[in-house]
DNA sequence: CTTTCGACTTTGAACGTTCAAGACCGTGAG
DNA sequence: CTCACGGTCTTGAACGTTCAAAGTCGAAAG
């Protein structure tokens, strides 16, 4: 076993003292070129790597960051947390950081999660999924002064911290305009009910492209949780109506695989999130960049913890749609 | 903001000495009852939470442990690691630990990032998902003395190291007595070409299970990499020889997914892995017990931390059928 | 009565880093 | 010539924990 390589060790070899080392790696400006040049190799041919619990004691900073993986909720959506959260993992090792998981069974939970970790492991951020309407989590880590960005806006007041978004409204929106284009005139929406932020606005892209083109939306529109049997349901009571749509637009793959079972293959169906399962049986599906959005939540935490606090950031990004073969 | 609780807050609370403290968290049976009341209950009114960056600079333990996060493969198969993951932190909560991730293109980068972790962060180890035949990462750690389990066995020499495996030829052995049961004769197998172990054994279970019961499976056996378009093709294959099979044991789901397309509902199809589209679409799919293949990984790894090194353990679990619509 | 022992507790040092303070040195202003 | 100054580098202390060693005390043994 080679023997453990510390500052102290580097310090030796390069002729000079700890805390020159110790500048080199932090405030390299404070140094003289020759100086630096000298020690960056000392570095090199030792293989020196910095002791982060050592460093964490001193400053309190730990280069950790925490995300909650859930259980995959209905089966159909949770590979969306997979992309994310490889594409978090990648965005922060760039940035020197590494990315902590722990699991929660519900706010109240997570928030004892939070002291927990920030007690013991001095983490240095959170990113937060799936936000609700006035969320507990958000308040409780503001309140401490911890930092963190969210994945979803806060839907009641959208400058209140940091967040980064996808525009579920334009989803819809590109979805109902490729139907349109595609010579549908009487398209169906299928989403949750009413109340949540995301199935709200999805909602909402495909009102508002729907009046916009001159087409009458109402009595197109159906609520029911997200599931497969809901999507199902819904696209069968449409479908009975005096002037059925020949088109769906869906807030999930979820219900759009239901629609498709429902309606035989007889009317174009649109999901959302483009999931594995869209991908596996051809559903046209609105896509989330997730790496993306993964990369801005950690651009937009460490921006926060290197101290630009200059107020908050909001960063919304356009999905797109994969076009397969059910529309 | 509250002043930071040490462990000399609590010493000096207790009215006993820093060590004590120590000893009470750490090797109880030293302390006398009624000072170990008094600590415990200091430790509890002061909420006082180990430090762990400063323990581990001590002991160079950190209570943390990796796993490999994969950007989702082909799609359909990268549940199966999201499932795993959640069921490690879970685990690993549980035991004290914390999950950490990362990312890497292949062995070689994975072993560089064996090596940063280890030295900034003092891993106390590793889980590995996804071996190869004569992996070079198991041989990497070994050599170093650095603690594992891998999710997977190694397929050339099974006592090389501890791992947890689900039995993957038990699994394609109860699809195939399931076929059987509803009164299938000729029941073809499509998989992955051999060479890769999980494959291997998956087409051993069912090539076993027909022998079992006097059917010969000679000829009901196609291979190809996986995919939906792939499992089409063998599957069209097959049924246009001159006695085709009236059902198909898959490797994956997603080879699954094409055979049903390609038979059109006209076959019975079992699929593996139990992903998310199997349970979207009704696919009857062998499933592995993921929960508990992580909360196994987490107690070897921590058995073998504590110094219970005598050896190495393998864990092989039983999959179960989730029986649906497609057989 | 002294010694030994064991159960329990305390003390000082150390882990590897960074902070705070200060030392050194050459330059230029007064 | 003196002094202040900026640039560069060094020193001692501290972060919170555990290890190693030593101290205290009462009971049992000689």
Redesign the pocket.
Known sequence: MAE?V???TV?ARA?????????V??SP????????RRVEEAIATLG????Q???Q???GRSQLLAVRIEPTRDGINGSVLDRFLHGLTFAAAAAGYRVMLYTADDDGDEIKTFDNLLASYDLDGFVLTGTDHGDVRTFWLAERGVQFVTFGRPWDEPERHSWVDVDNADGTAQATRRLIDTGHRRIGFIGWPSGSGVGDDRREGWQRTMKAHDLDPTGLDRGAADGIAQGAECARDLLTTAEPPTAFVCASDSLALGALQAAGGRTAVIGFDDTPVAQAIGLTSVSQPLPEAAARCIDLLIDHLDGHPVGTTQVLLEPSLMIRTTA
Chains 1, 2 share one sequence.
């Open positions: 453990k510390t500052i102290a310090a002729q000079v003292s700890r805390q020159t080392v110790s500048n790696l932090n400006q404070l140094v003289r070129e020759e100086t630096r020196y790597r910095i002791n619990a050592a460093r004691m001193r400053t």
